[in-house]
């Protein structure tokens, strides 16, 4: 059976287990609309608790095999995944763009990314070796003990990436999961699927033996705590909301866990800051993507001696986003969908009533929010402490260090921070005491290079990515001793 089949003009794609695409006895499927023209533009398979089975059933069996193929072997198969992703790049952005409402150069951008990531893991996997330990270094101990110590697979990894990069967050799962000798049970976020489907696409015509990833498509509610909890899942990496996040730690009792969740990173604007360069920034990390990032700046505290003059530089930038469709290349465009909006207006209009001074933004159409600047931000808004996950951005005044290091800590989040400053030895004083798992200096906050270690604290996460991180957490060391005759 073909990846898809069509209904009255509309595509309804096939879940794939063991190498082949299936229609889930189910019956059922999810309708799958564009965010930003309400288009239905496919749909997906609404699997069974009973194929989720036999999708790990498969996984396990093909995982025993995989795990003894020479590591050289497995390269080659990612390395033609990579360049199947590069063959199919306008293909899949064209689905990422209608899916999920990113502009096509950005979509395109993520596919090219992607296939990147996946050959970095693949030679970072090659030249990760393991280690041996003589017993005489350790007082007491004997020459006649050898430690030797690898790294061996967990088994079948449960990966489940968000909506917002549906690729790229997707493979930096796979691809690590794969090379180290894993299986993958691939759960997709519903918006975002489609995009999936078509990467695994790809990986299909690698010639990926069969068995080794199996997609799973329904709703969280349906299958996503069955998922979590199935004695044959080994190893769960989630990216999503933090509560999300948190209710899955609960449920995965002693399964390893890598999680990146939600942040609410500041930019933290010094007195003596190059403030042209930080009003950069800080618009393009804010607003990219309409703020649909975990890693956006999503709160500036600012000193009051320069708040005025910074304020001033943002709106001009802001007044410079191109805003409205993804398919014209806007940088805001329409959230994900209407209850994202209803969330993003609400924290707003919570300000507007205590009294933060709108200095721009604040139209909506549907669920395109404008780019909304909220300034005198006081710590009884919510808009000081939850996610949005859309284009609006606080600016809370302090008057030293010490109050805007006490405001970003107070957090329950500590994903990223930037700080802008013309001193770098205030920039180290101030990284040092901001309780997150990176922090920029006199740049925005984001995710990449890839291979940079990707770390959440509190209730951004638990765990690290970044490539070789990634590769060290889908796998365990193990250790062999080898007893000498004296």
């Known amino acids: 059976m073909s990846v898809t089949g069509s209904v009255s003009g509309v595509k309804t794609y096939n ?16 309708n799958i609309h564009s965010p930003y023209s309400d288009e239905l533009i496919g749909k997906v398979q609404a699997i069974t608790k009973e194929e989720v089975d036999e999708a790990i059933r498969f996984a396990h069996g093909m995982q025993k095999v995989w795990a003894e193929v020479p590591l050289q072997d497995r390269a080659h198969y990612l390395y033609n995944w990579a360049d199947e992703l590069i063959y199919m790049q306008d293909e899949i952005a064209e689905i990422i763009m209608k899916e999920v409402g990113k502009s096509f150069k950005d979509a395109r951008n993520e596919v090219v990314r992607t296939a990147d990531l996946i050959r970095y893991t693949v030679d970072e996997a090659l030249h990760m070796h393991g280690e041996s330990m003589k017993g005489d270094s350790f007082p007491g101990g004997s020459q006649s003990k050898i430690a030797v110590i690898q790294r061996v697979p967990l088994g079948v990894v449960l990966a489940i990436p968000p909506f917002n990069y549906p690729v790229n967050l997707a493979a930096a799962k796979l691809a690590p999961a794969l090379i180290s000798g894993n299986a993958v049970i691939f759960k997709p976020a519903t918006q975002g699927a489609i995009s999936g489907i078509k990467m695994i696409q790809a990986l299909h015509q690698s010639g990926l033996p069969k068995g080794l990833v199996n997609i799973v498509t329904g709703r969280g509610s349906e299958i996503g705590d069955y998922l979590v909890e199935h004695e044959g899942i080994n190893m769960i990496s989630f990216t999503g909301g933090s509560n999300t996040g948190t209710r899955l730690a609960k449920k995965a009792g002693m399964i390893p866990l890598v999680l990146e969740l939600g942040g609410k990173d500041p930019g933290i604007v010094r007195e003596d800051a190059d403030l042209n360069l930080a009003a950069k920034q800080i618009v393009s990390g804010a607003f990219s993507y309409s703020g649909q990032r975990c890693t956006a700046i999503k709160r500036v505290l600012v000193h009051e001696n320069v708040a005025d003059q910074l304020v001033d530089l943002l709106k001009e930038e802001i007044a410079a986003l191109s805003v409205g469709s993804p ?54 808004m919510r808009v000081a402490w939850e996610e949005p996950f859309g284009p609006v951005l606080p600016i809370i005044r302090v008057s030293s260090d010490e109050e805007a290091i006490r405001i970003a800590n107070e957090s329950e989040f500590g994903l990223q921070a930037s700080i802008f400053t013309k001193d770098v030895n205030k920039a180290f004083t101030i990284a040092n005491k901001i309780e997150t798992g990176s922090v920029q200096i006199n740049g925005r906050t984001e995710r990449g290079p890839d291979h940079f270690p990707f770390i959440g604290v509190k209730k951004s996460g638990m765990g690290a990515q970044g490539i070789r991180k990634s590769l060290e957490s889908m796998t365990r060391e193990k250790v062999t001793v080898l007893n000498l005759s004296e």
């Open 327 to 380: 398919e014209d290349g806007c940088t805001v465009v329409p959230l994900i969908d209407q209850n994202s909006a209803d969330f993003v207006q609400g924290l707003i209009d919570d300000a507007l009533t205590k009294n933060a001074s709108l200095i721009t933004g604040n139209k909506r159409e549907q669920n395109l929010i404008y780019p909304t600047l909220l300034d005198h931000v006081t710590e009884d």
């Open 15 to 30: 879940f794939y287990i063991n190498g082949e695409w299936k229609r889930s006895t189910s019956g059922k499927t999810i």
